[in-house]
T-cell receptor
Framework: NAGVTQTPKFQVLKTGQSMTLQCAQD?????MYWYRQDPGMGLRLIYY???????DKGEVPNGYNVSRLNKREFSLRLESAAPSQTSVYFC?????????????FGDGTRLSIL | GENVEQHPSTLSVQEGDSAVIKCTYS??????FPWYKQELGKGPQLIID?????GEKKDQRIAVTLNKTAKHFSLHITETQPEDSAVYFC???????????FGKGTKLSVKP
């Protein structure tokens, strides 16, 4: 079982460039999430999708957009990358959109913006 | 909103000793408390979780305790092994937001 798959694993961008991070899950989960992880900051929620067709802002949504393409896929887009967006990005999924359910994480995309 | 504090930020133990990581939360409506282990270059992996209707849960060498009155919960690892070395994160459900709020992590080093 692949679980949650993120692509690409690494990426370097120049300031102002755009990019889409891809995430797919094969667990038939309804809910999906995007987090960023910075040193000493833990994991912070960017956007989430409680179910197909819905998306909501998390703690740090500025500078990002998301698309829930179908039940399996949830993408994160940086329209105009900034150095402050250098981070490790994690996608996660859970069976339902309730906070009392375990979330399963992918292995992350390491993004550097010069 | 929910706030989760995690201590210590780093912890070094000898192989075979026990390790304890503590977290406090602020939202009394939180009802779900998972713990994640993150190895270098990998995503967080769920290792154990507890719900607010339970005070303690064990899974082999790992246990979690919850004190709802004091709003704190702890991870206990007994008979530590070098492969337990990783960063551990606690989290709490955010009743108002419907999501998880994570602590800042504890880097555990187990010395052989």
């Amino acid at each position: 079982n692949a679980g949650v798959t993120q692509t690409p694993k690494f990426q370097v961008l120049k300031t102002g460039q755009s990019m889409t991070l891809q995430c797919a899950q094969d667990m038939n989960h309804n809910s999906m999430y995007w987090y960023r992880q910075d040193p000493g900051m833990g994991l912070r929620l960017i956007y989430y999708s409680a179910s197909e067709g819905t998306t909501d802002k998390g703690e740090v949504p500025n500078g990002y957009n998301v698309s829930r393409l179908n039940k399996r896929e949830f993408s994160l887009r940086l329209e105009s990358a900034a150095p402050s967006q250098t981070s490790v990005y994690f996608c996660a999924s859970s069976p339902e959109g309730y906070s009392n359910q375990p979330q399963h994480f992918g292995d992350g995309t390491r993004l550097s913006i010069l | 909103g929910e706030n989760v504090e995690q201590h210590p930020s780093t912890l070094s133990v000898q192989e075979g000793d026990s390790a304890v990581i503590k977290c406090t939360y602020s939202d009394s409506a939180s009802n779900y408390f998972p713990w994640y282990k993150q190895e270098l270059g990998k995503g967080p992996q769920l290792i154990i979780d507890i719900r607010s209707n339970v005070g303690e849960k064990k899974d082999q060498r790992i246990a979690v305790t919850l004190n709802k009155t004091a709003k704190h919960f702890s991870l206990h690892i007994t008979e530590t092994q070098p492969e337990d070395s990783a960063v551990y994160f606690c989290a709490a459900s955010s009743g108002s937001q419907g999501n998880l709020i994570f602590g800042k992590g504890t880097k555990l080093s187990v010395k052989p």
